[in-house]
C-alpha cells in the first residue's frame, strides 16, 4: 500500500516521486515509491542493504530510467537520459566512491566539461579558472591551492571538492549518498557544518546513510524504505531509533529456505575446520577470531565496509593481515596464498562472480573444470584427459541443476545470473572442499535459483564440510545458517546461535553505535 | 616508500641522461662538443616526433603500432612521386594527407567501431607495409637532392629537423596542458567510463588523438627522408617501438593518465638517442646495438612499474 506523502506545511516540494517503479530480469526492486522533498527541507532516506536506495539515486542521477511512474523537480517533468541531464537540472550526486579524476588538478576537475576560455581562443583561461575555484573552494571552508592535484587529497577533501563542483554547478538539490563511510570524525563534524551552511543558503537535500544518529541529528522528514517499498515517512520527531530500526527491518516471513536437515546441527560438536585467530589488519579487520565446524553453516552478517568480505580474503589468501593466524583443519597455515588455500581444501566464492569468479568469456566446461583440472592430468605427462573432464563436469552439472538448455560449450557470459552463480559453486563443489567460504551467494539472482543455491550449500554441509556464509540480507543468514557472526568497524560483535536468531538484534549490533543518538 | 624515492623515480631519466652524457663524454672528447649534441638532436627529430604523437595516444590509454608502417608508405610514394618529376612540396602535401588518412582508419575502429586499439593499429600496420612494398616493389627508390636539402638545412645553427621536432614538442605541450580538450585527454586515460559519464566527449578525442599520431608519422617520414634520402623496404620498420619506449622511458604510462611531452618525451627521446649515437661516437661493435636497445626497454619497463607503485 503506497503511504500517503507527507502533506507539505509551508513550504512546497522541489522533487517529488510518485508510484516509481523499477524492475531488473522480474525482479522489483522499486514497487511504486512516491515521496516529495521539501524546497530547503533536508530529507533523510533510510532502508537496509538492498531496500532499493542506490536504485532510487541511480533513477535520480540519470543512469537508470523507472519503468513506470514519474518524478517532478521544479514543477517540471524530469526524466533524466544521461548524467549530465540531471547536473544540467540542477541535481548533484555526492557518491561514496567519488567521481574526481585523481590525475587532474582541483580546478580542473570542477571545470573539466566547461573550461573557461577568452572567446575564439583555444586555451583554458587558467588564473580565471583558478580564481573561481579558489571561490568555491572558500565556500566549502577548504583552504587548499587549487592547482593542487586531487590524488594528494585526503577522502574528507576529495568530499569537498565534489561539493564545490555541485555548487559550481548551480545545484538546487544535492543527495548524499553515505557521505560520512570514509570520514573521520573532524571531518564529520566538518562536513555537517558545511551541510548547514549549504541549508542556510536555501539548497535542498536528501541524505542517505546507514548511521542512524547522523540522519536523526541532520535531517527533518525521513523516508524509510524496505524491499522497494516506502514503509513510512514523516517529520523526523515522529521517529525514535527503536521504531526506525523495526521499521527497516519489518516483520516479513517467508518459507525461501529450504528445512535445515537433522544433520547440519553438529554446530558446536563437530570437528573444527577452519579457526581464525586474532587476525588484524589496521583499518580493515580487529582482532576477529572465530571457528568454523565440521557440518556447520556460519552466517557472517554487517553493513558493506564492516570488514567482513576482507576477512574472508584474508582467510583464503588474496588479502594480506599484520597479526593472528589461520588454522585449516587444526594445522596452521604460515604462507597463505589461494593455491595453497585450494591444496588443503578451501574454496571461495566471490562477491563479484562477473570480474572474479567466472571467466565470462570461456565455456560453461571449461569454468566448471578450472579449479580441478590438475586432477585429469594423466601421468606420465599430466595430458589431460577430456573424457574424464568431461564426466566431471555432466556429474556436477546435475549436481548443481544447471539449466538443461545450456550447452556445456555455450560462453558462461550468456548464461542468467542464477545460472551463473551455479557454475560458480559447481567449479568450488568439483573441488569436494572442506570449508567452503561463500561471499554473498545469491546477489542478483532470483528467487528460484536462490533456493536451488541454499539447497547445495545445505547439502554440502551435511556431508560434513564447514561453510561460511557472507551475506548483506539478514533473512538469508536467519534462514539458512546454524550461527551468525555480526562485524561491524572491523570487530566481531556478536555472536547468536540459531535458538537467539533476531533480526533487528542482528541489525541492531551491524548498526551499533550508531543507535545511541546524540541529542 | 619516502619523498626522496618519489622524487628520484620522476628524476629518473633525467639523472640517466646525464649520467650519459658524462659516460660517452668521458669516453670520447669528440661526444661532447657542440656539433655532435646538435647531431644527437638531429638524428633525435624523427623518433621525437614520432614519440610525441604515441604520447597522445598512449595518454587515452591506447597504443598506436601502425606509425612505422606510416612512414614506409607515405615515403614510399613520395619516392615514387619525385622519381616520376612531380614537385616537391606537392609530395610532401601528400605524404601528410596520407598519413593523416592512415591516422583516421585507426580513429574510426577505435573510437566508432571500438576495437581493441592494438588490434586495430596491427592491422594498420600489416596494412601499411604491404602497400608499401608494393609501391616500391620492394626496391629501393633514390630521391632527388632537393628532399636531402630538407633535412641539412640549418637556421639559426640548428638542422631544420630540428627545429620542426621542437615545434612539435611545443605545439603538443601547449595543447596538453593548456587547453580543454587536453585536459579531457587525461581525464579519459585515466577511466574512460567515468570520463564519458562526466560528459566528456570520448569518441570525438579519440579521433583526434589518432589523427595527431598519424600526422606526426607523416611529419616523421619527412625529416627521416630528408635525412636519409632514399626508401628502402625497411624504411620507419620497428620505429614504433622506439617511439613507444621514448615516450614511457620520459614517464607516460602504459595505462593512461600520467604523462608529458616536456619534459618526459623529450627527455625520452634525447636519452635512446644519445646511447645511440655514443655507442658510435665510441666505435662500438655494431652487434652491441640492439642490446642497447633492449637495456633502454628494460629501463622504461622498469621505470614504469616503479612509477606505478608510488601512485
Known amino acids: 500500500m503506497p503511504p500517503t506523502p507527507t502533506p507539505s506545511t509551508a513550504s512546497k516540494e522541489l522533487l517529488s516521486l510518485r508510484d516509481v517503479e523499477k524492475a531488473f530480469f522480474g525482479v522489483r526492486v522499486l514497487k511504486g515509491v512516491s515521496f516529495n522533498v521539501l524546497e530547503g527541507g533536508m530529507l533523510g532516506l533510510v532502508g537496509e542493504n538492498g531496500a532499493g536506495k542506490s536504485t532510487l539515486v541511480n533513477i535520480l542521477g540519470g543512469n537508470l530510467k523507472p519503468d513506470s511512474g514519474t518524478i517532478h523537480f521544479a514543477n517540471a517533468l524530469y526524466a533524466p537520459r544521461n548524467p549530465q541531464d540531471a547536473a544540467h537540472c540542477g541535481l548533484a550526486f555526492i557518491h561514496q566512491e567519488l567521481n574526481l579524476f585523481p590525475n587532474l588538478s582541483i580546478a580542473e576537475n570542477i571545470f573539466l566539461t566547461r573550461f573557461p576560455c577568452a572567446s575564439r581562443s583555444p586555451f583554458i583561461r587558467r588564473s580565471l579558472m583558478h580564481e573561481r575555484t579558489t571561490a568555491l573552494l572558500r565556500q566549502v571552508g577548504l583552504d587548499i591551492p587549487p592547482d593542487r592535484i586531487v590524488q594528494g587529497l585526503s577522502s574528507g577533501e576529495r568530499q569537498l571538492v565534489e561539493i564545490a563542483k555541485a555548487l559550481s554547478l548551480e545545484a538546487r538539490l544535492i543527495v548524499f549518498d553515505e557521505p560520512t563511510t570514509s570520514l573521520s570524525e573532524r571531518e564529520t563534524a566538518r562536513l555537517f557544518n558545511l551541510i548547514a551552511q549549504l541549508r542556510a543558503a536555501g539548497l535542498t537535500l536528501v541524505y542517505i546513510s546507514h548511521t542512524l544518529s547522523h540522519v536523526f541529528q541532520l535531517c527533518d522528514d525521513l523516508v524509510v524504505l524496505r524491499d522497494g517499498e516506502v514503509v513510512a515517512s514523516g517529520a523526523t520527531s515522529s521517529f525514535t531509533p527503536d521504531k526506525l530500526v523495526s521499521l527497516m527491518v519489518g516483520r516479513t516471513l517467508t518459507n525461501l529456505f529450504p528445512q535445515p536437515k537433522p544433520n547440519t546441527v553438529g554446530s558446536q560438536g563437530g570437528v573444527p575446520v577452519l579457526e581464525v585467530r586474532d587476525v588484524s589488519q589496521p583499518g580493515v579487520v580487529n582482532q576477529v577470531s572465530l571457528t568454523l565446524h565440521q557440518g556447520e553453516i556460519l552466517g557472517l552478517a554487517g553493513l558493506m565496509g564492516s570488514g567482513r568480505s576482507e576477512l574472508a580474503r584474508m582467510i583464503f589468501g588474496l588479502a594480506p593481515f599484520q597479526q593472528g593466524a589461520v588454522r585449516v583443519s587444526g594445522e596452521v597455515i604460515h604462507q597463505l596464498s589461494p593455491r595453497n588455500q585450494i591444496r588443503r581444501g578451501m574454496a571461495f566464492l566471490t562477491e563479484d562472480r562477473h570480474r572474479e569468479g567466472l571467466c565470462l568469456d570461456g565455456s560453461v566446461a571449461d569454468n566448471l573444470a578450472l579449479v580441478t583440472l590438475p586432477q585429469h592430468g594423466q601421468p606420465p605427462l599430466g595430458w589431460l584427459s577430456l573424457e574424464s573432464v568431461r564426466a566431471a563436469v555432466s556429474r556436477i552439472r546435475s549436481v548443481v541443476r544447471l539449466d538443461t538448455k545450456a550447452n556445456d560449450t555455450q560462453p558462461v557470459r550468456t548464461l542468467s545470473g542464477g545460472n551463473q552463480q551455479k557454475v560458480v559453486l559447481g567449479k568450488w563443489l568439483l573441488s569436494q572442499p572442506k570449508v567452503l567460504v561463500l561471499d554473498e551467494p545469491t546477489r542478483g539472482i532470483d528467487v528460484g535459483a536462490k533456493f536451488e543455491i541454499y539447497t547445495l550449500i545445505q547439502d554440502h554441509a551435511a556431508q560434513g564440510a564447514g561453510v561460511l556464509v557472507i551475506s548483506s540480507e539478514i533473512e538469508e543468514l536467519i534462514g539458512l545458517c546454524d550461527r551468525i557472526l555480526v562485524m561491524r568497524q572491523g570487530r566481531l560483535v556478536d555472536d547468536l546461535p540459531r535458538a537467539e536468531f533476531n533480526r533487528e538484534r542482528i541489525l541492531s549490533a551491524a548498526l551499533g553505535s550508531s543507535l545511541e543518538v546524540t541529542a | 616508500m619516502n619523498r626522496f624515492h618519489q622524487r628520484l623515480i620522476e628524476l629518473a631519466p633525467l639523472l640517466l641522461f646525464v649520467a650519459m652524457l658524462a659516460f660517452f663524454g668521458a669516453q670520447s672528447p669528440k661526444f661532447l662538443e657542440p656539433r655532435n649534441l646538435a647531431n644527437i638532436v638531429a638524428q633525435a627529430s624523427s623518433t621525437g616526433i614520432l614519440a610525441v604523437g604515441m604520447t597522445f595516444v598512449l595518454l587515452t590509454a591506447g597504443v598506436d603500432l601502425s606509425v612505422g608502417a606510416i612512414m614506409f608508405v607515405a615515403a614510399a610514394v613520395a619516392g615514387k612521386m619525385a622519381t616520376a618529376g ?192 655514443g655507442l658510435v661516437v665510441m666505435n662500438a661493435n655494431p652487434y652491441i646495438y640492439p642490446m642497447a636497445t633492449a637495456t633502454v626497454i628494460f629501463a622504461a619497463v622498469l621505470l614504469e612499474s616503479l612509477r606505478r607503485r608510488i601512485h
Open chain 2, 86 to 277: 612531380q614537385p616537391m612540396p606537392f609530395a610532401l602535401v601528400v605524404m601528410l594527407c596520407l598519413s593523416l588518412t592512415f591516422g583516421g582508419v585507426n580513429a574510426f575502429f577505435t573510437a566508432q567501431v571500438r576495437v581493441a586499439p592494438f588490434i586495430v593499429t596491427l592491422g594498420t600496420l600489416f596494412i601499411g607495409r604491404g602497400l608499401g612494398l608494393r609501391i616500391t616493389e620492394t626496391r629501393a627508390l633514390n630521391l632527388p637532392d632537393s628532399f636531402l636539402m630538407l633535412g641539412s638545412a640549418r637556421f639559426l645553427g640548428l638542422p631544420l629537423p630540428a627545429w620542426l621536432f621542437a615545434c612539435v614538442l611545443v605545439l603538443a605541450h601547449v595543447v596538453l596542458t593548456r587547453t580543454p580538450i587536453g585536459r579531457q585527454i587525461f581525464a579519459l586515460g585515466h577511466d574512460s567510463e567515468k570520463a564519458k559519464k562526466a560528459g566528456i566527449p570520448t569518441t570525438r578525442i579519440l579521433v583526434v588523438v589518432y589523427l595527431i599520431s598519424g600526422l606526426c608519422a607523416g611529419l616523421a617520414a619527412v625529416v627521416t627522408l630528408g635525412q636519409l634520402g632514399a626508401v628502402s623496404p625497411k624504411f620507419g620498420e620497428q620505429k614504433e617501438f622506439a617511439a613507444i619506449a621514448a615516450a614511457v622511458l620520459g614517464g607516460t604510462s602504459l595505462f593512461g593518465g600520467r604523462g608529458s611531452v616536456l619534459p618526459g618525451t623529450l627527455l625520452g627521446t634525447l636519452l635512446i638517442q644519445t646511447i645511440e649515437n
